[in-house]
């Protein structure tokens, strides 16, 4: 929409408020938005990562390599690599300027969830499935994993030596979830006691943990800045944590405290949160609700409800906030549809005309006295030679507000109309006749098969076959 027929007032406005449209293509998982706002990527159930393009709500690029569904997505910082886990325990770095795998990493047990370093697309931190989390460097062909520790660091917060008990309880800690700090040199987990730790990348080892809640530490989510944090636990509490500069020379760990801001929760009907993500300036928290289909907004500044976004009539599973702008968006759990709320607009039509005006019923108008005169043919011809040796510029782009700098990574946009469709169950067998799509049709480069035959070219054969046996039967004389 042109900026000029927006009203500023409603530019003012921080959060969506109304249900504006909805993405189809596949029964999506997960979502995650570009750092730029322009790409959307959507994971599927059947391992497929679709990526819809924001401003035009199409298909920009497909991508096969997974068999099972997507668990996690993470983009890289210039937008050109991709990192997808999976359930069939991979992790796979795609290259979007031509959608080639760069690399691909199996684990011994299922990803959970992925994300990339900040600053190198090569490394990334994986949380395991009931195993210990892994740090992976993908510099060369064959991955370099380290495993990362899930037990506290209990001497710099009991201040004595770790009993027996200690240990054995330290021992069931697992893991559930690792994110990067903005710089990338600390990674932040959380443990299924909920405990939270802080791991140095270069050393994988330990420097801090503190007791975060008693139940399972679910999401964990950093701000663009990456000056605060979020949290989803298994209590039923949503909290905002800041994060302390981890990057000072003159550190103190002994000493770091990490202390919760805020705490929204539903106090009336306690529910419990399927995913929660901050706002683009991290002013705002919005979560999904557990077997409900609405979206909390809090205000961090006071720490109070300030919207429930309302929509479709099903439970919404993972929720992301727009980087750039107020729009929402979140996929549903039982149609896999991806739904966006943003700000409905009414367009200032003056901004173009300074003597429009806009009227609640006809009028009668009243023309000028000069408006619809007659002009010479001759008049009329010499301006349209004058328009004719002004030059127009169609080749010079100039920069828009909010873009960054020229080099930075365009992804081509796909132009095949057949893997550009949004919705693929329902294909054309001929003239005016539509089926439904086989559930294994289409699906044949999981099995590295190039030509399998589908459900109605092998009926086909199947009746020729029968036909030709029948031609060749001769019963036999007595």
């Known amino acids: 929409m042109n900026l000029s027929l927006i009203d500023p007032f409603i530019l003012a406005q921080d959060y969506p408020d109304a249900l504006t449209g909805k993405l189809k293509s596949g029964h999506a998982t997960c979502i995650r938005f570009n750092r730029k706002g322009d790409f959307l990527a959507s994971g599927r159930v059947d391992g497929i990562i679709v990526i819809f393009d924001v401003e035009t709500n199409g298909v920009a ?94 001497n710099q917060i009991e201040g004595e030596d770790i009993t027996e008990k200690q240990a054995a309880q330290d021992a069931k800690h ?31 080892q330990t420097i801090h943990s503190t007791r975060l809640c008693n139940g399972v530490i679910i ?23 800041p994060i302390p500069d981890l990057s000072q020379l003159d550190l103190d760990i002994d000493n770091l405290k990490i202390e919760v801001e805020h705490k929204f929760q539903d106090v009336v009907n306690r529910l419990s949160w399927n995913h929660v993500a901050f706002s683009s300036t991290g002013e705002y928290v919005t979560a999904s609700t557990y077997m409900n289909h609405d979206i909390y907004v809090w205000e961090r500044s ?55 005006a806009e009227v609640e019923e006809n009028v009668e108008y009243i023309e000028r006295e000069d408006e619809f005169d ?72 999981m099995n590295g098969v190039d030509d399998v035959d589908s459900s109605d070219d092998r009926g086909m054969k199947r009746t020729a076959i029968n036909s030709n046996f029948k031609s060749s039967y001769k019963p036999r004389k007595k």
Request: proline share 6%; net charge negative.
């Open 61 to 154: 690029h497909k991508l096969r390599g997974h068999t099972r569904q997507i668990q996690s997505l993470s983009w890289s910082r210039d937008s050109r690599y991709l990192l997808s886990s999976s359930q069939d325990w991979k992790c796979v770095l795609w290259n979007l300027k031509d959608g080639s795998k760069v690399r691909t990493v199996r684990f011994e047990a299922p990803v959970y969830i992925a994300e990339l370093h900040p600053y190198n697309h090569f490394l990334f931190v994986a949380s395991l499935f009931e195993d210990q989390p892994m740090l992976v460097d993908i510099s060369s062909t064959i991955p370099d994993k380290r495993q990362l520790p899930s037990a506290p660091r209990r």
């Open 174 to 204: 697992t893991t559930c979830i690792t994110i990067f700090t903005a710089l990338g040199n600390h990674i932040i987990s959380g443990t299924s006691k909920g405990w939270l730790n802080i791991i140095e990348t270069e050393t994988c």
């Open 219 to 241: 999401y964990l989510r950093l701000t663009a800045s990456g000056r605060d944090m979020v949290s989803n636990s298994s209590d039923r509490v949503i909290r905002t944590i």
């Open 302 to 356: 006071h720490g109070s409800l300030v919207k429930i976004l309302e929509g479709p009539k099903e439970e919404l599973g993972v929720v992301e906030w727009h980087p750039n702008r107020p729009l929402v968006a979140a996929c549903g759990l039982e149609t896999g549809r991806v739904y966006i709320w943003s700000i409905i607009s009414p367009q200032r039509w003056s901004a173009l005309a300074p003597d429009f």
């Open 374 to 445: 007659i002009h010479p043919i001759e008049e009329i011809h010499k301006r349209r030679l004058d328009l004719e040796d002004e030059s127009v510029d169609v080749l010079t782009i100039e920069p828009t507000k909010g873009e960054y700098e020229e080099d930075a990574f365009r992804m081509p946009v796909l132009l095949d109309v057949d893997n550009s469709e949004s919705e693929e169950e329902i294909v054309a067998v001929g003239p005016g006749t539509m089926r439904r799509k086989s559930p294994g049709e289409g699906r044949q480069w």
